[in-house]
């Protein structure tokens, strides 16, 4: 069966620090990848997107990146962390396809002070 | 702008009476639908969903329904059990293209 790993669960850091989340999928190949973000009092907000190694999408101008190095591995950086990156990081993975569901990873709790 | 609005940010329901969550679209072009639930510091996890070819879909206690001359849908969850309580998202999708858009939420609480 599938599964999603996402790490650290929670993340404290300070302002202008760098960020790196990763997140690994196991039991499926050539997945789509995306990085969400639930700020708080708000719904879930697509950051990133991937259908293939190296392909990424980015739906929200904002100071952070992502990359796809491996098939099955999806990382959100930042070079320098700002207040408002606080919030509630959702990486999923879905199988090809014309709209399959999203399977969600447990998500990184990041808090930046 | 939010494209997919669920405007009651709560609902509290007693156990075995039906629960209807709501949710509103604006973007014409959605033509697939779905329901997740999330449990606080865990991801959302996948309940139902629903293609704009049809006006309904049941699952067990989980039924969507789709208006589309609306742009409404909802889920209703019958009988409601305490284990339901969390937060609702729906989420809406163009088919072919590879990602959702998610609602803000509503937050469920059945009681005993």
């Known amino acids: 069966s599938q599964t999603i790993h996402q790490w650290p669960a929670t993340l404290v850091q300070p302002v202008g620090s760098p960020l790196s989340l990763e997140c690994t999928v196991e039991?499926?190949?050539?997945?789509?990848l995306y990085w969400y973000r639930q700020a708080a009092g708000r719904g879930l907000q697509l950051l990133f997107y991937s259908v293939g190694i190296g392909q990424i999408s980015s739906e929200v101008p904002q100071n952070l990146s992502a990359s796809r190095p491996q098939d099955r591995q999806f990382i959100l950086s930042s070079k320098k962390l700002l207040l408002s990156d606080s919030g509630f990081y959702l990486c999923?993975?879905?199988?090809?396809?014309?709209?399959?569901?999203?399977?969600f990873g447990n998500g990184t709790r990041l808090t930046v002070t | 702008d939010q494209q997919v609005k669920q405007n009651s940010p709560s609902l509290s329901v007693q156990e075995g009476r039906i629960s209807i969550l709501n949710c509103d679209y604006t973007n014409s072009m959605f033509d697939y639908f779905l329901w997740y639930k999330k449990y606080p510091a865990e991801g959302p996890t996948f309940l139902i969903s629903?293609?704009?070819?049809?006006d309904k879909n049941e699952d067990g206690r989980f039924t969507v329904f789709l208006n589309k001359s609306a742009k409404h849908l909802s889920l209703h969850i019958v009988p409601s059990q305490p284990g339901d309580s969390a937060v609702y998202f729906c989420?809406?999708?163009?088919?072919?293209?590879?990602?959702?858009?998610f609602g803000t939420g509503t937050r469920l609480l059945v009681s005993p």
């Open positions: 039991g499926t190949s050539n997945p789509n």
């Open positions: 989420a809406a999708s163009i088919t072919g293209f590879q990602k959702l858009v």
């Open positions: 999923a993975w879905s199988a090809p396809g014309p709209v399959p569901p999203l399977h």
């Open positions: 629903i293609s704009s070819i049809k």
